[in-house]
């Protein structure tokens, strides 16, 4: 069993990674890079997904950055099953249909994104290209990230090491620098082989 990292490693959007196993080829979330415009367009559109290699979609919820790019997947010949809780496919069911427009989504604002400008405090932002002046009044409420922060990825580390032991931590959806960071801490409690891999990887479970 392989499991093959595309998106989301060593960055923070695009999840998107395929597990090999037993002559299977699993997709797990199908989601939208998320960066400069024009970076965002050309790598969503270059993303190498091979329908006809794919057995089953999973997602893990419905977030753009994890289910946006299902429109392409389906456009270049996907036909397979895509699994799902209730919850996220009638989330998806609304926000899918509007994917090709939307670039900001409730949540976590990756670099280089309107929504990170704005949440930096800048005063001026270009909006399709046109420099605007900010008239808006901008509040950052971190709670509807729906990610967790550091202390919170150690303390779930830690409890699923309790029920059983964990050989190996693959570090996904997150900016290097943070990445770095929780890679030391939870290499402080004792966690032996903690790793961030990079798109194109392949790592034997």
């Known amino acids: 069993m392989e499991l093959e990292f595309i998106g989301a490693a060593r960055e923070v959007t695009g999840s998107m990674h395929l597990l090999h196993a037993a002559g ?3 997709l797990l979330d199908c989601g939208l890079f998320q960066g400069r415009r024009r970076e965002s367009v ?3 559109r270059e993303r190498p997904m091979s329908p006809g290699l794919i057995d089953a979609v999973v997602l893990s919820h419905a977030h ?8 392409l997947l389906v456009k270049r010949g996907y036909r397979g099953p895509i699994y799902a809780t209730p919850a996220t496919r ?3 069911a609304v926000m899918l249909a509007d994917a090709a427009m939307i670039r900001e989504i409730l949540g976590f604002q990756a670099q280089h994104t309107l929504g990170r400008r704005l949440v930096e405090g800048r005063k001026r932002v270009s909006i399709f290209g046109v420099e605007r ?3 808006a009044e901008v509040v950052v409420l971190n709670g509807f990230s729906a990610h967790a922060d550091r202390d919170d990825l150690v303390g779930f580390a830690e409890a699923t090491r309790k029920r059983g032991p964990l050989r190996k931590v693959l570090l996904v959806h997150g900016e290097p ?3 770095a960071g929780l890679q030391e801490a939870l290499a402080a409690r004792g966690f032996p082989d903690v790793s961030a891999p990079a798109s194109g990887e392949r790592i034997r479970l």
């Open 133 to 135: 002046d900010r008239r």
């Open 64 to 71: 753009l950055d994890h289910s946006g790019a299902l429109p």
């Open 90 to 92: 009638d989330l998806c």
């Open 24 to 26: 299977s080829h699993i």
């Open 177 to 179: 620098k943070a990445q």
């Open 42 to 44: 050309q790598r969503n």
